[in-house]
């Protein structure tokens, strides 16, 4: 089959195709879903290139599992929870090498759930673009209010789906995206206020 | 109506509240620049979160895992390589033994026909110790 049909091909004929070994089909399906995915881990990793790494161990993993994919199911919610796994995985995976090895420990940078208060001087805020501001603090959310509000915001999950797809209850995402709002508004608020002033 | 909590304004945004209060919140907003300010820093964070979603090189991507699934192809190389170096060792041992069993055969033969001769010159000179003896 040329490259093209591929493209036009609909996903449910795509996902058939990469059952049977047809790996342009299952590359067709890397090109749809990569984004969101390297997205996603990047969120959960805490950086893009470890996001990048996890995310083609994601498509390495739905490769030799998409034979047991069922078709009458939506294919990302199925690629979004590997996702999800494979990230909290390697992070715990990790967290089992720093902790044997305590000369590691020390080396290493603080855990990505510790909040990060000093991520800008305060100096530098009326210099960079807002846009700029909210990603920083985003970036250094804890990563449970980070992924949270992300599969809320990005992936727009409703509250329920996100406690399904994280394995967590209602009030947990609900209370998550509480406190992920309320510390970007913290960190916002300092910006804003040096922006007024200044203007 | 009392201001509605953080939490309430947060569920609000994502419309997480039944319908009733949901429309009260409404309501309330436009009349409350507090928490109008603090609703739109709400949506203000949402978007800048909406906007940090980044588009990647998925063809390199899709690139670098369909290598990682393909079998490489020094790999075959290798198999083939590895195929060709076990066949010839099997034919330098094959080769090999061949010579050994045909050299000791031949040795075999070798010596079976000394043998056959010096026996011929015990015989012989026993027929001369025959001789001999009986000529004397």
Known sequence: ?199 | MNHPSFEDLSSFVDKELPDWRMEEIEKHIEGCPACKETLETMLLIDRGVRESYREFDTHTFAVEVMEKIRPAPVRRYNFRLKLATIGLAISLIFGVSLGIVRDLYRGNLDRGKQQLISQHNIISSGDMGVIFISSR
Not at chain 1, 15 to 20: D, M, N, V
Not at chain 1, 94 to 114: A, G, N, Y
Request: net charge negative; hydrophobic share 35%; proline share 3%.
């Open chain 1, 1 to 199: 089959m040329k490259l093209k049909r591929y493209r036009e091909e609909n996903e449910v004929e795509l996902i058939r195709l990469a059952q049977k070994g047809d790996e342009r089909a299952f590359e067709e399906i890397i090109n749809r879903y990569s984004n969101r995915v390297i997205n996603l881990a990047t969120q959960i990793m805490g950086s893009r290139d470890e996001g990048w790494d996890v995310a083609q161990e994601v498509f390495i993993s739905i490769w030799k599992n998409i034979k047991s994919f069922d078709t009458t199911r939506n294919l990302y919610p199925w690629i979004r929870r590997i996702t999800i796994n494979t990230c909290y995985e390697e992070l715990r995976r990790r967290k089992r090498d720093r902790e044997t090895s305590l000369d590691d420990v020390e080396e290493e940078e603080p855990s990505i759930d510790i909040p990060d208060e000093t991520y800008l001087p305060d100096d530098n805020f009326s210099k960079i673009e807002l846009k700029e501001v909210i990603e920083k603090a985003f970036e250094t959310l804890p990563e449970h209010y980070r992924v949270t509000l992300w599969l809320r915001v990005v992936e727009n999950l409703t509250y329920e789906e996100i406690a399904e797809t994280l394995n967590i209850n209602i009030g947990t995402v609900k209370s998550r995206i509480n406190m992920a709002r309320k510390l970007m508004r913290d960190r916002l608020k300092s910006y804003l206020e040096v922006t007024d002033e200044s203007s």
